[in-house]
């Protein structure tokens, strides 16, 4: 009787408090200067952070949600994307054991393959790969900082954003077409 009257007055604290996870509806803009169209949503704060022959690098964040990332594109020749893709994957430390759900989708009429992966745990929340198989792949990750208060539940930010992902990849061109 004690215990349940000072968690009734203290707030009961064994089941997270969810975030929202409508602050960012999808409404998207092109990001300007670079050789694919790259859709984000037009609320996240993004950026061009290094602009190279091979690759750019944009930074996205939902400051809303305490999340950030790193989107990479990378545009090689046919011969060299395989162990560039590897070395990628190497680096992003993907093992089964760690992976929670899958979602591996072909679409523009099997031009683009996605995979994104979600991490049950720690501050790496969200990962995703897609590529033409020819001469791109597009890599990122977003990290959520609220994930180290486990008194907030981030999976409803954690589906809007991945929908944000899906967005991205599903509408990924070269541009002109």
């Known amino acids: 009787m004690m215990t349940a009257a000072i968690l009734s007055a203290c707030g ?7 975030m929202a996870g409508d602050l960012y509806p999808p409404e998207y803009t092109s990001v300007s200067n670079l050789p694919f169209n790259v859709e ?25 949600y305490g999340a950030e990332g790193r989107i990479s594109i990378v545009m090689v ?24 759900d899958i979602d591996e989708v072909r679409r523009n009429s099997g031009a683009i393959t996605r995979w994104v992966f979600t991490h049950p ?5 969200l990962q995703w790969l897609a590529t033409d198989s020819l001469t791109m792949y597009v890599a990122g990750s977003i990290h959520f900082e609220a994930a180290k208060d486990s ?23 070269p541009e002109g077409k």
């Open 40 to 64: 984000l949503n037009s609320r996240a704060v993004h950026q061009i952070v290094d602009s190279q022959k091979e690759y750019r690098t944009i930074s996205i964040a939902y400051p809303d």
């Open 77 to 100: 020749d046919s011969a060299r994307l395989i162990p560039t893709f590897s070395r990628h994957l190497v680096m992003m430390e993907l093992r089964a054991d760690s992976v929670r």
């Open 151 to 173: 008194t907030v539940d981030i999976t409803p930010a954690l589906a809007n954003i991945k929908a944000d992902i899906l967005h991205l990849v599903d509408n990924l061109y």
């Open 12 to 18: 009961d604290t064994s089941k997270p408090k969810p």
């Open 121 to 125: 745990g720690g501050r790496e929340q």
